[in-house]
């Protein structure tokens, strides 16, 4: 329910309908004990198995604009362990020479 929920078209007309979808299913005050409950799910979901990179956006957002205090944490310490990569912080000769050629 949370991936297709967040299919472009799907999430492009109702922006919340996985929050609703779980609110009639679970009741408002089950939705965050399920949020709670499913926190690290919900994070490996977002950023997995996704054929198009639009729906791990939607995901994302809809995690961070609703409960920002359970995910932006998982979100972040994501990205940064993503961005402490060395091959990051290497550049080859090959790519060097490369980047000192002139456009065109």
């Not at 299913?25 to 926190?39: A, D, K, R, S, W």
């Not at 996704?50 to 729906?55: A, C, V």
Request: charge should be neutral; charged fraction near 15%.
């Amino acid at each position: 329910m949370f991936v297709p929920c967040h299919i472009p078209l799907v999430y492009s007309a109702n922006r919340n309908l996985w929050l609703k979808l779980l609110n009639h299913y679970l009741g408002l005050e089950n939705v965050q004990e399920f949020i709670e409950n499913n926190l690290n799910n919900l994070v490996n979901l977002s950023y997995t198995g996704f054929s198009s990179l639009k729906i791990q956006e939607n995901c994302i957002k809809t995690l961070v604009n609703y409960y920002p205090e359970q995910f932006l944490p998982l979100f972040t310490k994501n990205i940064i362990s993503c961005l402490r990569n060395e091959s990051f912080k290497s550049v080859t000769k090959v790519e060097y020479e490369i980047f000192k050629t002139a456009e065109g």
